[in-house]
């Protein structure tokens, strides 16, 4: 009983909260509502038209989109699980060399250094590296 | 050889005795009393922000709708508090050296969002849906005090579940017609009940399942 009475005594109120806005908000975004997207992913090349509900710019679902002819509005097992590298963790956050955190500065630095090694020999080694791109 | 006791060894044992069944259910009603107090509530407590925004000049003196910032009243669960740019909206030609506004400024310049304390807390366990207030006849005044005098926000209300449970038991009382809403001078008029209970039927309240645990506790 006494116990009982000290604790609730020692309960201070509501812990302190903040609220954080935006700086900018993106246009038609309202807190707190879902926004759904009519967009493309793309696999092996092909673009899938998809409809993606997001919360605060946060993707939760994939969808397809009723009025692409290739889907009629169903998805495959890929679209489902996009959600997650569109929402991934792991991502990085920062630019990072090797193990480290860098500034983009030094990314830039090294790859103007880099570009200017290709301009003497006039790009005949450099290779751009994608996803297959039909 | 003098006495063990003393003679107001009997007080004592008495003012012990009455303490052994009194103080219990003081102590009991201490705590409830406390938990009611302004101190845990929060009520009248004004919290110190990063701006002193005031709400009697914004409101009050110039006659900003709520909407204006608070835009997602009336859609979404959450009001929000608005973006820098809406701020900036006015204070890029407004004011634009006061020291007041440094933080606004520098938000927007280095695009770091301004932490506001929020005055209006409710726990987590608890599932508030503005949107619907709001589509049901419950103004902003209702609930949040004169905003409109306030030239720092503060909490008027305790918000505590037996103070909801107040309304939600009997909504009539409360209720104001649409284009009221965000009428920050209205108060209730003399024939509240009448008109709030038509106001109820109007707004399709139904009382019967409003104390629901559900419809707050999700």
């Excluded at chain 2, 301004?114 to 589509?135: C, G, Q, T």
Aim: neutral net charge; proline residues 8%.
């Amino acid at each position: 009983m006494a116990s009982g009475v000290a604790l609730a005594l020692a309960s201070c109120g509501r812990p302190p909260e903040e609220i954080v806005p935006y700086v900018d908000m993106p246009e038609r975004l309202t807190p707190g509502i879902p926004l759904r997207f009519a967009t493309a992913l793309a696999l092996g090349g092909y673009a899938r038209g998809v409809i993606v509900t997001s919360i605060e710019g946060r993707p939760i679902k994939v969808e397809g989109n009723p009025r692409h002819p290739a889907s009629l509005g169903a998805t495959d097992v890929f679209c489902e699980a996009a959600v997650l590298s569109l929402c991934d963790p792991d991502r990085l956050k920062a630019v990072r060399r090797g193990d480290e955190i860098a500034a983009w500065s030094a990314f830039e630095a090294a790859l103007l250094a880099q570009m200017e090694q290709e301009r003497a020999r006039h790009g005949a080694g450099l290779r751009i590296l994608t996803t297959r791109v039909t | 050889m003098p006495q063990l006791f003393r003679p107001y060894a009997d007080t004592v044992a008495r003012s012990v005795l009455v303490a052994l069944l009194v103080l219990p259910f003081a102590g009991t009603a201490l705590a409830y009393w406390t938990m009611r107090s302004n101190y845990i509530t929060g009520e009248t407590v004004t919290l110190e922000q990063p701006v002193p925004f005031s709400h009697a000049h914004h409101v009050g003196g110039l006659g900003l709708d709520c909407r204006y910032c608070h835009f997602g009243v009336e859609k979404s669960p959450v009001a929000g508090v608005p973006p820098t740019r809406t701020c900036m909206t006015c204070h890029s030609q407004l004011y634009t050296q006061t020291a007041m506004l440094a933080p606004v400024r520098e938000s927007l310049a280095n695009h770091t969002p301004i932490h506001w304390n929020k005055v209006n807390r409710l726990p987590d366990y608890v599932y508030f849906d503005h949107s619907i207030h709001i589509a049901k006849g419950v103004g902003c005044s209702t609930c949040h005090g004169p905003v409109d005098q306030m030239r720092l926000t503060r909490q008027a209300a305790p918000l505590t579940m037996g103070w909801c449970l107040a309304c939600h038991r009997d909504p009539a009382a409360h209720l104001r017609p649409p284009d009221k809403i965000f009428d920050t001078e209205w108060h209730p008029p003399a024939d509240q009940a009448e008109q709030g209970a038509k106001l109820a039927v109007a707004y399709h309240i139904d009382n019967k399942h409003l104390t629901d645990c559900s419809v707050c506790h999700r």
